[in-house]
């Protein structure tokens, strides 16, 4: 197996084990006696503790090399989704999410493996790969839980997901004991040894010092905090609105994950080539907009058709770039310090996105944590802007 392939079953588990439970966690949650709230908070939590774990596994990466790092997130991911399968109360499911997090921030020493064996030139097409992971986990994710956990909401499976997911992190964990090289040369790895340690108020210190990864970061903060609104309200939405069950919701999800699958997997290495990427994020920004506008209104199927299509389409160009973009901003001995930070900004954007979508949800009514997706495009938009110019390459 090549190590890219590696890489990418590696993203793929991570992001199928914060699918699992989207079409799931919303009525598991409701039969224990909660609201809005709580769900939306115990579907934040995975994020939460990914945005702590990221920076860490990021930095040690850079250390002690990514191999290691990525074997051992993995064999505790896998047992996260063990313990999931089994949870029967909502107090297990909230540990279990947790302790899922805390692995899944090894999502930042995959992005800095890919950061290692390539050029700047082809970065954006090797982010997009692992992207496309992001989107068939994205696709998978949901569609597991959702067939695997049937149509009726009162007879539900949550085992044979979690049972699942635990099967795929496994074969994961084998690639990389088997298959995966050290891609940190032993040259920069005797570079970073003799550099003092970077501790997290370093690597802070390291992203405020230069003007363009702070406004790379900020950009995928608001975007992601937004599309976290998607990911965690849809299934209560679409259920309120539209009466969906856990199995559609799951099917809508996949329609999603296609869309990013074919524009991150297919079509950024061609439209890199000959469009700057600051436009492309721009486009992406706008699609986003619109997307989310149009939710708010919706009534019927057509409309949420439209909406999801934008807003596939829209993270499918905004992911790979915007990791492209910040890891040419670092240097061979910091990648993965820098790419942690980014990877925990994005990860607490899924924390932030939540907290206040289930307030919103419910006390201001279904549409309104669209609304504020919508409108914190804007500021995205001109941040976006703010970007030095760079030419598509020829």
């Known amino acids: 197996m090549k190590p890219i392939y590696v890489l990418f079953l590696i993203v793929f588990v991570d992001l199928v084990g914060f699918g699992l439970l989207i079409p799931l966690l919303p009525f598991y949650v409701q039969r224990v006696g909660a609201g809005p709230e709580i769900i939306?908070?115990?579907?934040?939590?995975?994020?939460?503790?990914?945005?702590?774990?990221?920076?860490?596994?990021?930095?040690?990466?850079?250390?002690?090399?990514r191999r290691p790092i990525l074997a051992w997130s993995l064999a505790g991911f896998a047992i996260s989704h063990?313990?999931?399968?089994?949870?029967?109360?909502?107090?297990l499911v909230?540990?279990?999410?947790?302790?899922?997090?805390?692995?899944?921030?090894?999502?930042?020493?995959?992005?800095?493996?890919?950061t290692d064996v390539t050029t700047e030139e082809n970065r954006a097409k090797g982010m997009g790969f692992l992207g496309a992971a992001f989107g068939l986990?994205?696709?998978?994710g949901p569609v597991i839980g959702g067939l695997l956990a049937g149509p009726d909401v009162e007879t539900a499976n949550y085992t044979l997901p979690a049972m699942f997911a635990a099967v795929l992190t496994t074969v994961a964990l084998?690639?990389?004991?088997?298959?995966?090289?050290?891609?940190?040369?032993?040259?920069?790895?005797?570079?970073?040894?003799?550099?003092?340690?970077?501790?997290?108020?370093?690597?802070?210190?390291?992203i405020l010092s230069r003007k363009s990864l702070v406004?790379?970061?900020?950009?995928?903060?608001?975007?992601?905090?937004?599309?976290?609104?998607?990911?965690?309200?849809?299934?209560?939405?679409?259920?309120?609105?539209?009466?969906?069950?856990?199995?559609?919701?799951?099917?809508?999800?996949?329609?999603?994950?296609?869309?990013?699958?074919?524009?991150?997997?297919?079509?950024?290495?061609?439209?890199?080539?000959?469009?700057?990427?600051?436009?492309?994020?721009?486009?992406?920004?706008?699609?986003?907009?619109?997307?989310?506008?149009?939710?708010?209104?919706?009534?019927?199927?057509?409309?949420?058709?439209?909406?999801m299509t934008l807003l596939a389409?829209?993270?499918?160009?905004?992911?790979?770039?915007?990791?492209s973009l910040v890891s040419k901003e670092a240097g061979d001995t910091e990648r993965g310090a820098v790419l942690g930070v980014f990877q925990g900004a994005s990860s607490f954007a899924r924390?932030?996105?939540?907290?206040?979508?289930?307030?919103a949800y419910a006390g201001l009514g279904p549409s309104a944590p669209f609304a504020i997706a919508a409108i914190c495009m804007a500021p995205t938009l001109v941040m976006v802007l703010m970007l030095p110019r760079s030419k598509a390459s020829s």
């Open 351 to 359: 924390v932030i996105g939540p907290l206040y979508a289930g307030a």
């Open 40 to 65: 939306t908070i115990t579907l934040g939590l995975y994020s939460l503790f990914q945005f702590i774990a990221a920076p860490i596994w990021g930095r040690l990466s850079d250390r002690y090399g």
């Open 174 to 206: 084998i690639g990389v004991i088997t298959a995966l090289p050290e891609s940190l040369s032993p040259e920069i790895r005797e570079r970073i040894r003799n550099k003092p340690k970077i501790l997290l108020p370093d690597q802070l210190r390291l």
């Open 137 to 140: 986990g994205f696709v998978f």
């Open 215 to 307: 406004l790379i970061i900020a950009i995928t903060f608001f975007l992601t905090m937004a599309f976290a609104v998607l990911e965690v309200i849809l299934g209560l939405w679409a259920y309120d609105v539209l009466s969906y069950g856990p199995r559609d919701i799951g099917l809508l999800l996949t329609y999603v994950g296609v869309i990013g699958v074919v524009v991150q997997g297919g079509l950024i290495g061609p439209l890199t080539k000959r469009i700057s990427e600051r436009s492309l994020v721009s486009t992406a920004v706008v699609s986003q907009l619109i997307g989310y506008s149009i939710l708010v209104y919706a009534v019927g199927w057509q409309f949420l058709f439209v909406a």
């Open 94 to 114: 909230i540990v279990t999410r947790i302790f899922g997090g805390l692995m899944a921030g090894n999502v930042s020493a995959a992005f800095a493996y890919v």
């Open 313 to 323: 389409i829209g993270s499918g160009l905004y992911n790979p770039i915007l990791s």
């Open 82 to 91: 063990v313990v999931l399968g089994f949870a029967d109360s909502l107090w």
